[in-house]
T-cell receptor
């Protein structure tokens, strides 16, 4: 059974700082890994999707990396802004039925 | 604008009532999903559909029912058999299972 863990559960940083969010998964036989952002009381917004054959994906100030062999992914946010404050979720697709398993998320607060 | 809509945003249910949550997408996606989100837990899959007139149970299907009569619509009924229905419900869609998922804004259901 795939399990996804995100550490830390919460993170507070001053504006302008570069930061890294971590995601680990127990079964390395994955199809892809997706990072989402969720604002309070809202749905999930897709940020980046990394296919199992890829090592990283970039979008603007975001860079996600994938190391399947160690069961880890990181989301790097450069030059953080108060508008980046949200919960960031990691989701892994794996298994014969391509099931998606979500982490609980990391709640990020960027302080002006 | 292409996207996924969910209605209503807030829903209140009395004990013993069935309620139906609406999910509509105009992305022409084949696959649609229903998730439940509770505080401190990752998203859990209730039902998913890979194609019109077909759907499969997820991890927590008991007390829920769905239909998929049209490609763009995937309504979820929360029946009186669901003992703890108070939660945030999220609908998602993708081109196929295992592909990037896109989410609606969610419906918050509260049992009175």
């Amino acid at each position: 059974k795939q399990e996804v863990t995100q550490i830390p559960a919460a993170l507070s940083v001053p504006e302008g700082e570069n930061l890294v969010l971590n995601c680990s998964f127990t079964d390395s036989a994955i199809y892809n890994l997706q990072w989402f952002r969720q604002d309070p009381g809202k749905g999930l917004t897709s940020l980046l999707l990394i296919q199992s054959s890829q090592r990283e994906q970039t979008s603007g100030r975001l860079n996600a990396s994938l190391d399947k062999s160690s069961g880890r992914s990181t989301l790097y946010i450069a030059a953080s802004q108060p508008g980046d404050s949200a919960t960031y979720l990691c989701a892994v697709t794996s298994g014969g039925y391509q099931k998606v398993t979500f982490g609980i998320g990391t709640k990020l607060q960027v302080i002006p | 604008d292409g996207g996924i809509t969910q209605s209503p945003k807030y829903l209140f249910r009395k004990e013993g009532q069935n309620v139906t949550l609406s999910c509509e997408q105009n992305l022409n996606h084949d696959a649609m999903y229903w998730y439940r989100q509770d505080p401190g837990q990752g998203l859990r899959l209730i039902y998913y559909s890979q194609i019109v007139n077909d759907f499969q149970k997820g991890d927590i299907a008991e007390g829920y029912s769905v239909s998929r009569e049209k490609k763009e619509s995937f309504p979820l009924t929360v029946t009186s058999a669901q003992k703890n229905p108070t939660a945030f419900y999220l609908c998602a869609s993708s081109w196929g299972t295992g592909d990037e998922q896109f989410f609606g804004p969610g419906t918050r259901l509260t049992v009175l």
